[in-house]
């Protein structure tokens, strides 16, 4: 298991900077698990635990209030009364390209409908490169592919709209009947994958099967 741990220390080295708040949310068949965190041992732990337990395990992408880790502090707690919502963000980080295999709600990709996935990022990210835009985070989501491009914005309504048309015009250019780009994630308190941590939507079926994400690239400068 210290090859899950090291992919979980990698997410959150990349993700979150030094000395930021960041909320871990699992959901299980039956309940919802959150906590508030404010170092890497306290989160890859958590994190792995709740993994061992057969969570799906997300983070917060964007600084939040540091006045949230008092709700939970480097630890979990069960069906929270309070999970981050967008007012809790204090500044835009990331901006999460998160690439959809078109596919019945609630199962698993098949590994050609994650393939497909995986060739329109490449290609979004071709795209996107060849318009001057930095080299992002790749992360593998288990059941798709995410691109993570690092930006420094304020949490207010332009912002939200500014990240709202980008995700829009990239479903408008890229969208087809086998990969959507997911224009929903575009909200402050958006959550993503804790790359290490298994995928297990549906149950685990020959074609379909549970799979563990995985961070694949990481730039050696992460530029805004």
């Given at each position: 298991?210290?090859?899950v741990?090291?992919?979980?220390?990698?997410?959150?080295?990349?993700?979150?900077?030094?000395?930021?708040?960041?909320?871990?949310?699992?959901?299980?068949?039956?309940?919802?698990?959150?906590?508030?965190?404010?170092?890497?041992?306290?989160?890859?732990?958590?994190?792995?635990?709740m993994?061992l337990?057969?969570?799906?395990?997300?983070?917060?992408?964007?600084?939040?209030?540091?006045?949230?880790?008092?709700?939970?502090?480097?630890?979990?707690?069960?069906?929270?009364?309070?999970?981050?919502?967008?007012?809790?963000?204090?500044?835009?980080?990331?901006?999460?390209?998160?690439?959809?295999?078109?596919?019945?709600?609630?199962?698993?990709?098949?590994?050609?409908?994650?393939?497909?996935?995986?060739?329109?990022?490449?290609?979004?990210?071709?795209?996107?490169?060849?318009?001057?835009?930095?080299?992002p985070?790749?992360?593998?989501?288990?059941?798709?592919?995410?691109?993570?491009?690092?930006?420094?914005?304020?949490?207010?309504?332009?912002?939200?709209?500014?990240?709202?048309?980008?995700?829009?015009?990239?479903?408008?250019?890229?969208?087809?009947?086998?990969?959507?780009?997911?224009?929903?994630?575009?909200?402050?308190?958006?959550?993503?994958?804790?790359?290490?941590?298994?995928?297990?939507?549906?149950?685990?079926?020959?074609?379909?099967?549970?799979?563990?994400?995985?961070?694949?690239?990481?730039?050696?400068?992460?530029?805004?």
């Open positions: 298991m210290s090859g741990k090291d992919q979980i220390r990698q997410t959150y080295d990349a993700l979150v900077e030094s000395g930021d708040v960041t909320e871990i949310r699992a959901f299980g068949d039956k309940q919802t698990v959150s906590g508030y965190f404010d170092n890497g041992d306290d989160f890859v732990a958590a994190a792995h635990r993994d337990r057969g969570y799906e395990v997300y983070v917060t992408l964007n600084r939040v209030d540091p006045a949230l880790f008092a709700r939970a502090a480097n630890r979990t707690k069960e069906r929270p009364k309070n999970t981050t919502s967008d007012r809790d963000v204090l500044r835009r980080q990331w901006l999460l390209l998160d690439f959809d295999c078109v596919r019945p709600s609630g199962v698993s990709s098949t590994e050609a409908e994650k393939e497909a996935a995986e060739l329109r990022a490449r290609e979004v990210r071709e795209y996107l490169r060849g318009r001057g835009w930095p080299d985070v790749v992360g593998d989501s288990g059941n798709g592919y995410h691109l993570l491009y690092r930006i420094d914005l304020p949490n207010d309504q332009e912002s939200t709209d500014l990240v709202k048309n980008v995700l829009q015009a990239l479903a408008f250019r890229f969208d087809d009947e086998k990969v959507k780009v997911d224009t929903s994630v575009y909200n402050a308190a958006r959550i993503s994958k804790v790359y290490g941590t298994m995928a297990r939507k549906g149950d685990d079926v020959p074609g379909r099967p549970h799979r563990r994400s995985e961070l694949l690239k990481v730039p050696t400068e992460v530029n805004v």
